[in-house]
């Protein structure tokens, strides 16, 4: 591997920890620049110290991606910085959970706020640059096996990752329509990976404080178990690397769900309709 990658300068939103930090340190180790972005400045710093012990080149930019000005503000320094970005990993996300009756107003716009905005809002301060370029460019947008499979007090989560999926469909429709188009799209949809979704309040505003429930604190303590013996971070970025480097949608962490998605591959998109013919 590596051979499409070396050398490419990147953005990884949500980098701070998990599946974020994984892609950070998988990217350097296939000599790709680094531009991490986290709204947690702390542990950001800490992965940057560690792509840099292992020989890599990463900066930090502090960003919340739910506020368009920020994630501007992070191409900016991304242009400026790389020259070139020529892969996008729309990475952040939160969890919340709950029996679907009882979750907030707040609960749903602080989740579509950070796992569907936060995307939307990376590929617009980040695409029509992208384009620009005329260069080769991929699209990376973390979804989830929760954005294909549904679960129990999953509902806010479930909807914002099956909201992604659709929305990484769509962009890839779209850029197929443009002329002469080098920016690929995939859509990573972990399983259990060995991160800190589980305590994602640690970075919830004040403004959108949540509610605790019985049912949220069931399917947090489920989550925590999930994910405390998920898979590694680094591991599961490799793997998401390598099916860059092939090409493909649709990309699982998990080989468990590795049939499921090359099967989704060859149809999905493939066989998709002719233009307009759903209108």
């Known amino acids: ?34 531009v991490a972005a986290d709204v947690e400045e702390t542990p950001l710093a800490e992965t940057v110290h560690m792509v840099r012990e292992c020989g890599g080149w990463a900066i930090a930019q502090p960003a919340d991606v739910t506020q368009p000005d920020a994630m501007a503000a992070l191409a900016a320094r991304a242009w400026s910085e790389l020259g070139q970005v020529e892969l996008l990993f729309n990475n952040a996300g939160v969890f919340v959970g709950g029996w679907t009756w009882e979750t907030t107003d707040a609960d749903w716009r602080w989740i579509l706020g950070v796992n569907v905005r936060g995307v939307v809002n990376g590929i617009r301060a980040f695409l029509p640059g992208m384009i620009a370029q005329r260069t080769w460019g991929h699209v990376v947008n973390t979804a989830s096996m929760a954005g294909i499979v549904s679960a129990p007090l999953s509902g806010p989560y479930c909807a914002s990752k099956f909201a992604v999926v659709g929305l990484s469909e769509c962009l890839w429709h779209d850029l197929s329509m443009q002329p002469d188009n080098r920016i690929g799209v995939s859509v990573v949809v972990p399983s259990a990976v060995a991160t800190d979704i ?30 405390a013996t998920g898979a590694d971070p680094v591991a599961a970025a490799t ?19 590795a049939e499921h998605c090359a099967i989704a591959n060859e149809t999905r998109l493939r066989k998709a309709p002719p233009r307009f013919q759903m209108f």
């Open 1 to 34: 591997m590596g051979s499409q990658l070396r050398g490419r300068g990147a953005v990884v939103t949500g980098a701070a920890s998990g599946l974020g930090r994984g892609l950070c340190v998988a990217l350097a180790a296939e000599g790709v620049r680094v």
């Open 239 to 257: 793997r998401i690397l390598a099916g860059i480097e092939a090409g493909d949608f649709y990309i699982p962490t998990a080989e468990a769900f």
């Open 198 to 227: 589980a305590r994602s309040e640690r970075t919830r505003p004040p403004a959108l404080a949540g509610v605790a429930t019985d049912g949220g604190r069931l399917v947090g303590d489920a989550l925590a178990q999930a994910t």
